[in-house]
């Protein structure tokens, strides 16, 4: 399906800025420069003039920006492009990739270069105990002022910031604790607070900070997940029956509902069941994680793709894939069961992030409609691990 939005052809994305640079796996410094430079890259610096213009060339690039920093930090080396290239010079518009922590995703990718060159270093070296130390602070420093603009404070994509700088720490304090053993009892103390942290603001938490927190150090994770004490098997009966007891439905938009099945908020990802009976577009929005959906009872498609999901089939999304979902005129009604992973952003024709839906949402959600219709909040629990 790839990573098309509704409004780029395929002939273009081979053309100008969207012709990708000739690159070898496993070294930056393998990618040829001279292609980086004939579209507008540079290694120690920003430019996004060559493709600023047009909003797929803006798409692109901050597709490739969150992949290549997001690659340094699950692979373990550097990005292939260094740089704040992807960046916006209104930096109170929130980008549909990073929110309002574009600045904290330039932080991740520069301490994936410092990991690396920690690695690199001579061991004694003056240079290792010096200006890495300085580069060290530096980084931690920025990391623990950045504040969310003026006028989002408490908003989920402030939240959603929040728990991006507290990801790029853990990620910094790893880095340190590989290379600096006299500082381990202070490290180990800064990532329990950071990973406590995330957890209290995960409601708008996406693949990204899944990825950086769930390799810190076990015993942090190990310890959150302790205190839930929740049992490990669920099992929920009638997922076929769309006229079972109304109460179960969720009432989620106009002629839309969904019955939660699993709401995994250890792991960042739900499991529940959509009902549509209306016809016409329902939302246009991008997925942070990868999704399957079964469809149950009907049809629909996106608008960005040719196939149909039809009852009976089975349908995978890959994560960053923008779609625009539609149940057309002569179905009148859609039943499909959709695991998704990570957070859901909704987006406006151009792109630009309007909402966002993950497993807190969907529980919240949840909660307050049993409460209302006489089964109580607790009602919702029994679906969380």
């Keep these: ?57 803006r798409w692109l690039l901050r597709n490739f920006a969150y992949h290549d920093i997001m690659m340094s930090v699950s692979m373990d080396c550097r990005p292939l492009i260094r740089g704040l290239y992807w960046a916006s010079e209104d930096d109170t518009l929130a980008d549909p990739y990073f929110g309002f922590a574009s600045r904290i995703l ?22 290792r105990g010096h200006s890495f130390a300085k580069r060290s602070h530096k980084i931690e420093s920025e990391l623990q002022s950045w504040v969310c603009p003026a006028g989002h404070d408490g908003s989920p994509l402030a939240l959603l910031g929040e ?34 942290s995330i957890f209290t603001k995960m409601a708008t938490t996406t693949q990204t ?29 009638g997922i076929f029956d769309s006229e079972c007891d109304e109460r179960l439905w969720v009432p989620q938009a106009p002629d839309v509902w969904f019955r939660p099945l699993l ?21 246009r929005h991008r997925h ?36 625009t979902l539609e149940v057309p005129e002569d179905v009148k009604e859609m039943v499909t069961m959709f695991h998704v992973t990570g957070a859901y952003i909704y987006v406006d024709p151009d792109g630009n992030p309007v909402g966002v839906e993950d497993v807190f949402s969907k529980l919240d959600k949840a909660r307050k409609h049993y409460e209302a219709v006489g089964l109580g909040a607790s009602f919702a629990d029994q679906f969380v691990r």
């Design 163 to 196: 728990a991006y700088r507290n990801a790029a720490l853990i990620h910094l304090y790893r880095t340190f604790s590989r290379y600096i053993e006299s500082y381990s009892s202070i490290l180990k103390a800064n990532l329990k607070a950071c990973v406590e």
């Design 209 to 237: 900070i899944t990825t950086i927190a769930s390799t810190s150090k076990k015993e942090e994770l190990k310890e959150r997940a302790d205190q839930a004490a929740v049992p490990d098997d669920l099992v929920v009966p």
């Design 106 to 127: 330039y932080l991740i990718s520069e301490t994936s270069i410092l990991n690396a060159d920690f690695a690199e270093a001579k061991l004694g070296s003056q240079t």
């Design 263 to 283: 709401l995994s908020v250890s792991g960042c990802y739900f499991v529940n069941i959509l009902r549509v009976r209306r016809s016409g577009i329902l939302s």
């Design 288 to 323: 942070a994680g990868c999704v399957h959906a079964t469809v149950l009872k009907g049809r629909w498609h996106y608008l960005e793709h040719p196939w149909w999901a039809t009852e009976g089939g089975y349908v995978f999304e890959p994560p960053g894939d923008i779609h």
């Design 1 to 57: 399906m790839g990573f098309f939005p509704l409004s780029i052809t395929r002939r273009e994305v081979q053309s100008g800025f969207t012709k990708a640079p000739r690159t070898c796996f496993g070294s930056a410094s393998k990618v040829n420069e001279a292609d980086l430079a004939d579209r507008g890259f540079s290694r120690g610096g920003r430019s996004e003039a060559s493709c600023s213009g047009y909003f797929e060339g």
